[in-house]
């Protein structure tokens, strides 16, 4: 086999192995504008996943948001969103069942 089909399935298979919020993380950081800022992002988010304590609830939003998440749209409002980087307003809690509710009684978005 030439090295690039090798790599090129060396960067498959191991893409595989890969939680969903890492994936995600990785999604992000192909979003920089610049080679060094990418690989500076993809180093941290390597570091991170080893640190951070992630649930499988975090696992099942961020591989949602890997489908939906397009950094070309990071930052509008909707591509914040199916990033994972929109806020909720006070109230919400995208952890209760029923995503909580506005202070006027609304339903959160």
């Given at each position: 086999?030439?090295?690039?089909?090798?790599?090129?399935?060396?960067?498959?298979?191991?893409?595989?192995?890969?939680?969903?919020?890492?994936?995600?993380?990785?999604?992000?950081?192909?979003?920089?504008?610049?080679?060094f800022d990418r690989n500076t992002c993809?180093?941290?988010?390597?570091?991170?996943?080893?640190?951070?304590?992630?649930?499988?609830?975090?696992?099942?939003?961020?591989?949602?948001?890997?489908?939906?998440?397009?950094c070309r749209l990071v930052d509008t409002?909707?591509?914040?969103?199916?990033?994972?980087?929109?806020?909720?307003?006070?109230?919400?809690?995208?952890?209760?069942?029923?995503?909580?509710?506005?202070?006027?009684?609304g339903p959160c978005p």
């Amino acid at each position: 086999m030439k090295p690039v089909f090798v790599s090129l399935a060396l960067v498959v298979l191991s893409a595989g192995c890969k939680s969903p919020c890492r994936q995600l993380s990785e999604r992000l950081c192909e979003c920089q504008q610049s080679s060094f800022d990418r690989n500076t992002c993809l180093q941290r988010a390597a570091s991170a996943e080893g640190v951070a304590s992630v649930t499988a609830a975090d696992n099942e939003a961020c591989a949602a948001l890997v489908q939906e998440c397009d950094c070309r749209l990071v930052d509008t409002p909707e591509g914040k969103k199916k990033c994972g980087f929109a806020r909720l307003p006070d109230g919400c809690d995208a952890d209760r069942p029923d995503g909580g509710s506005l202070p006027d009684g609304g339903p959160c978005p």
